[in-house]
């Protein structure tokens, strides 16, 4: 069998799947069914990019045009064969927090940091990292995000008059709870009526596209009856329809300083977004994707996005599913998809202004019901207890403080407790012998003490195993240590074992380590140079033979 050489399979990890389908001959294949899917998954951005775009505190044509600029740059330039990209809901609470604190520059300058930290990101190979975010974290600050956004539509649900509400969680529901008197029944309705819309289509015609089936009836209804609620045309007066040219807005150094750590949640957020969708397509589709290039289509996709005036990016998940059941092949679809919406936008953009807002509202309260996984978090509330305050903290920590403070401390929470256990199922043990044959055992020479190693050697154990082998209480001739059951050690891990082998030739005692899986053998071998105090020997009895000789 041949193999492809290193310089080969580099190359190809960042070779977009377009390009790769293309030169396969794929692409012509299947460009009708692509283009039928792409119609499909357009009909459902549509309404749904308009809805994200009003939650994260932008306009709706804005949402639209990061689905188009956005989905179309994920799809030609992504690692996915069916990734469909654009605005999600997990960007909504951190792109809402910074157009309030820093206004849309301070956005677009963060969008593009964090364009630029996900090509870095790809190119160095960060993509295989993301998988080790531990499940409690995402689904806990994903559950608040979910919080969040369904607690920010209550106003336009009911139609309350309650003027600026504030960003932060309890606040915002204090004002709610006051306003409640100036509900709008019309309102109420329209919001009840199209939620109600959505999830009977959902449950009995699956296949039809239900946000827009709902939208189009709430507005036409409004329209026909001349129903006294607020529309977007209300809401963003004089709105500019269409795909704007591209800008870069001014800032400062000051500006940019403040943006970076929000460019660095924005990426992660992307990057994970990205990569769950993906992981998720190749179990439906059987195929594999290229998680470096992935990243590096998401970041380019997202400077672009910034430059002609959108939001954030990142693979859809639902959409990238709907794009699957539609018959999508090949990053054609996605195209398509974008090609659609601009369409849609060109041609019927005027009209986005007479869509009522408890519709888009109703939408939003769905999308963050599916974000939610309800189901995952109460599997979730049943693990031990590490796990369940890991998923409960993150999620408070969301809702009640910021994103980024959830992101943080559920990462680095999830880091210790995973060490934690980790060092549970790692120690030294003392052998008699070292050996199990009774016949062998006689054998031995008079004053050898035999050591077993087993687990991880690192950092948050390395000072535990020094005390075991202190607390042996004698000073033999030699101490072996056989190591086979170790299959890492980090520097924190060998500066220990160098540290103990230290005091013991202090003490006139020999001490030899055998049974050196690789990465340990490699580790030690690069880090104790030849006249160490410690002796390296790849079999237990070839240190048995290595043992001085008793001079008494």
């Not at 709706?60 to 956005?70: D, K, R, S």
């Not at 529309?231 to 963003?236: P, Q, S, W």
């Not at 019901?369 to 903290?393: K, N, P, T, V, Y």
Request: aromatic share 6%; with cysteine; glycine share 12%.
């Amino acid at each position: 069998m041949m193999t492809r050489p290193a310089a080969g399979r580099s190359l190809l990890a960042f070779t977009p799947k377009s390009v790769t389908l293309w030169r396969e001959g794929e692409i012509g294949r299947s460009w009708r069914t692509d283009a039928l899917a792409g119609l499909t998954v357009a009909i459902v951005a549509l309404p749904l990019a308009m809805a994200l775009g009003i939650a994260s505190g932008a306009t709706p044509n804005q949402g639209l045009v990061t689905a188009v600029v956005g989905g179309f740059l994920i799809s030609l330039l992504g690692g996915s064969r069916v990734q469909i990209g654009g605005p999600t809901g997990a960007f909504v609470v951190i792109v809402a927090g910074i157009i309030a604190a820093h206004g849309y520059a301070g956005l677009v300058l963060a969008t593009l940091l964090a364009g630029f930290i996900l090509i870095g990101a790809g190119y160095c190979g960060l993509g295989r990292l993301i998988r080790f975010v531990p499940t409690p974290v995402v689904t806990g600050f994903t559950a608040g995000i979910a919080v969040i956004i369904a607690s920010s539509q209550v106003g336009d649900f009911l139609g309350l008059t309650t003027g600026a509400v504030p960003a932060a969680f309890l606040a915002k529901w204090t004002v709610y709870l006051a306003a409640l008197g100036t509900t709008s029944p019309a309102t109420l309705a329209i919001g009840a009526g199209t939620l109600g819309a959505i999830l009977v289509l959902r449950r009995f015609a699956p296949q039809l596209p239900a946000f827009l089936i709902a939208v189009l009836g709430a507005t036409l209804l409004v329209m026909a009856l001349h129903l006294p609620v607020a529309t977007v045309g209300d809401r963003f007066p004089g709105m500019h329809a269409g795909i704007p040219p591209p800008h870069v807005p001014a800032f400062s150094v000051a500006l940019l300083q403040q943006m970076l750590p929000s460019a660095f949640t924005l990426a992660f957020l992307g990057g994970l977004g990205a990569l769950l969708s993906a992981v998720v397509a190749d179990g439906m589709t059987g195929f594999h994707h290229r998680s470096g290039q992935e990243l590096v289509g998401q970041g380019v996709a997202n400077i672009a996005s910034a430059l002609f005036g959108g939001l954030p990016a990142t693979g859809a998940l639902a959409r990238t599913a709907t794009n699957i059941r539609a018959g999508g092949r090949t990053p054609l679809a996605g195209i398509f998809h974008a090609v659609f919406l601009l369409g849609f936008l060109v041609v019927a953009g005027q009209y986005i202004a007479l869509v009522p807002m408890a519709a888009l509202a109703a939408i939003l309260v769905v999308v963050a019901w599916g974000m939610s996984e309800i189901d995952r978090f109460r599997s979730l509330l049943h693990m031990d207890g590490g796990e369940r305050a890991l998923l409960l903290l993150t999620f408070a920590l969301t809702v009640l403080v910021d994103l980024t403070v959830a992101i943080g401390v559920g990462v680095t929470l999830a880091s210790l407790l995973f060490m934690s256990r980790m060092s549970e199922t790692a120690g030294v043990t003392a052998e008699e012998s070292g050996v199990d044959d009774p016949q062998q055992r006689a054998s031995l020479p008079r004053g050898v003490e035999v050591f077993r190693f087993s687990g991880p050697m690192f950092f948050g154990v390395a000072g535990e195993m020094m005390d075991a082998l202190r607390r042996s209480g004698r000073t033999p001739r030699a101490i072996i240590l056989r190591m086979d059951a170790v299959p890492y050690i980090d520097s924190s891990g060998a500066a220990a074992l160098e540290s103990f082998a230290q005091r013991a030739r202090a003490n006139g005692t020999h001490v030899i380590v055998c049974e050196l899986r690789e990465q340990p053998r490699l580790l030690l071998a690069r880090l104790w140079p030849r006249e160490a105090d410690v002796t390296l020997l790849p079999t237990f009895q070839s240190a048995l033979d290595q043992v001085p000789r008793d001079k008494a």
